[in-house]
Nanobody
Framework: QVQLVESGGGLVQPGGSLTLSCATSGFTFGNYFLNWLRRTPGKGLEWVAFIGGGGSPTHYARSVEGRFTISRDNAKKMLYLQMNDLRSEDTALYFC???????????????????WGQGTQVTVSS
């Protein structure tokens, strides 16, 4: 049974940091490209970051580049998102997603993902 479980979200002040984790099981983790996405009521689903199967390449949405870092541990089947200098506009429900082969790495279309977690809430507020 495939599982993706995000954790690490919470309430943080502007300028603070959080590290999100995505624990996975039930599929050959290293064979897949992975993304972090986020959803807000106003913007809908937004792609955040991409990582290749071996840990590279990585790509970031312009809104987070230089502040967020995506990484993976294939031995542990874990995906991470280090988030620094958080802003109020980063407030969202964050998801990890397993991208279908041949789909664009920056996809924010739920149908382009094979597997999807339940999300972890990040709230940036003073």
């Amino acid at each position: 049974q495939v599982q993706l479980v995000e954790s690490g979200g919470g309430l943080v002040q502007p300028g603070g940091s959080l590290t999100l984790s995505c624990a996975t099981s039930g599929f050959t983790f290293g064979n897949y490209f992975l993304n972090w996405l986020r959803r807000t009521p106003g913007k809908g689903l937004e792609w955040v970051a991409f990582i290749g199967g071996g840990g590279s390449p990585t790509h970031y949405a312009r809104s987070v580049e230089g502040r967020f870092t995506i990484s993976r541990d294939n031995a542990k089947k874990m995906l991470y998102l280090q988030m620094n200098d958080l802003r109020s506009e980063d407030t969202a429900l964050y998801f990890c997603g397993v991208l279908r082969p041949a789909k664009m790495y920056y996809s924010n279309n739920r149908d382009d993902y094979i597997y999807w977690g339940q999300g972890t809430q990040v709230t940036v507020s003073s």
